[in-house]
């Protein structure tokens, strides 16, 4: 449930200011990372029409910001809005702040005062008060990088893992992206692709061999020429006694390169291939490559 997800962090929020959430007779569940959602108890207040949901999504992925009029025109009609746009613009605000006074059972002043707010010819969604995934997904992935900073392994690796989990699919990937939208999408995904990267390799500092295969077999797939991906699931497999295995993976993605971008793996990945052939784990390294990620993770799991 979307609830346990976010227990953890919510219990370590700060008190902000009164809360209209308290007063409310449901809580506003609101998720873009995935098909885009949003509901307050048994009503869903996603909007239907396209423009008004690339409005939505738009919004939400700027929570807690004002954007502005003009923005929001440029990003639906792509810099060549119709002479009604801010009028269409204006219409979908009013659909969906009516939506949310009627599933909230708030006035319609509340909402535009203290949810979904104008500001200087721009418009402002302020989530603070809902159980939101982007926002959560933020919180567990910083208090995650604290831990691993402090050197709490275990703590950092439960809390970005918990931030993983909050995941359905690409963000907002049955909503229509401008540019602006497309921009914070990508960002949102390196975010996601910075946490994960830093969960996996602690976990293979720590020797979580095992727990990380599935992952790592499912994201080398999804990712085809990463080349770091291949190796941490190299350096996995091999700390599993899964020797061969690894070299089929590093077989597999040199095949790919040549045949589709007619290139050969880096040469640090080349001599990972190297030092798994090796079973004492000491193969010479090169000096371009001595101090590679990689091969300071092959040494610190036990190369």
């Not at 207040?45 to 409005?55: D, G, I, V």
């Not at 969906?96 to 319609?108: T, V």
């Not at 699919?169 to 914070?184: K, R, Y």
Request: proline fraction near 4%; charged fraction near 25%.
């Amino acid at each position: 449930m979307l609830e346990n997800r976010f227990e953890c962090a919510q219990r370590d929020r700060k008190p902000s200011r009164v809360s209209w959430g308290s007063q409310m007779q449901s809580t506003l569940d609101i998720r873009i990372l995935g098909p885009l959602s949003a509901s307050a108890g048994n009503r869903i207040l996603t909007p239907s029409a396209p423009k008004e949901r690339h409005l939505f999504g738009l919004l939400l992925t700027q929570h807690e910001k004002v954007v502005s009029l003009s923005r929001i025109v440029d990003e639906l009609w792509l810099k060549k809005p119709s002479k009604s746009a801010v009028t269409a613009v204006q219409t979908y605000i009013l659909k969906i702040r009516r939506q949310l006074a009627s599933a909230l059972a708030i006035s319609g002043n509340r909402v535009r005062a203290e949810i979904l707010q104008t500001h200087n010819r721009g418009y402002l969604f302020d989530t603070s008060q809902s159980r939101f995934d982007l926002a959560e997904f933020d919180r567990l992935t910083a208090r995650g990088s604290t831990a691993l900073d402090a050197g709490d392994h275990a703590k950092g690796v439960r809390l970005l893992a918990a931030a993983e989990q909050l995941w359905r699919g690409l963000p907002l990937l049955d909503v229509d992206q401008g540019p602006m939208l497309q921009a914070e999408v990508a960002r949102i995904e390196q975010t996601r692709s910075n946490a994960r990267i830093k969960r996996v390799e602690t976990q293979l500092h720590i020797g979580q061999f095992r727990e990380v295969l599935a992952e790592l077999s499912g994201l080398v797939v999804e990712h085809p020429f990463d080349e770091h991906l291949h190796g941490y699931y190299m350096i996995a497999l091999q700390r599993a006694g899964r020797r061969q295995d690894a070299l089929r993976v590093f077989h597999g993605l040199r095949k790919s390169m040549t045949e589709e971008l007619g290139i050969e793996p880096s040469a640090e990945l080349q001599l990972l291939q190297r030092r798994v052939l090796d079973a004492n784990g000491t193969s010479p390294i090169e000096p371009t490559v001595r101090h590679s990620l990689l091969h300071q993770l092959y040494a610190a799991t036990g190369g």
